[in-house]
């Protein structure tokens, strides 16, 4: 299973990106989905949860602002940003919760870098 992340770029204070990650292989079913970020020399953070049969959470700093949606006949998450801070600068990072044939597993993207600065 690999997860594929697009979407970052440089944006302007207040301005809007969305993010897409998607998920391919031999994938059964995906029970999770999240986005997590990571600040130069911070530790990772979790942004936004997409879990199947529950209602999405985010992260205080983002609550309000981002958006997490899957798309799950195409094994799909987005995170839509509006209202980008300076501080939402970091390399953001997808992650799933993949059952394949052999088992349950915890996958990672490759990070995709969002800069917010004038």
């Known amino acids: 299973v690999q997860l594929q992340a697009s979407g970052g770029g440089f944006v302007q204070p207040g301005g809007s990106l969305r993010l897409s990650c998607v998920a391919s292989?031999?994938?059964?079913?995906?029970?999770?989905m999240r986005w997590y970020r990571q600040c130069a020399g911070q530790e990772r953070e979790r942004v936004a949860d997409a879990i199947t049969g529950t209602s999405a959470t985010y992260s205080d700093s983002v609550r309000g602002r981002f958006t997490i949606s899957r798309d799950n006949a195409k094994n799909t998450v987005y995170l839509q940003m509006n209202s980008l801070k300076p501080e939402d600068t970091a390399v953001y990072y997808c992650?799933?919760?993949?059952?394949?044939?052999?088992?349950?597993?915890?996958?990672w993207g490759q990070g995709t870098l969002v800069t917010v600065s004038s």
């Open positions: 992650n799933a919760v993949v059952w394949t044939s052999r088992g349950v597993n915890e996958y």
């Open positions: 292989g031999t994938i059964r079913t995906i029970s999770a």
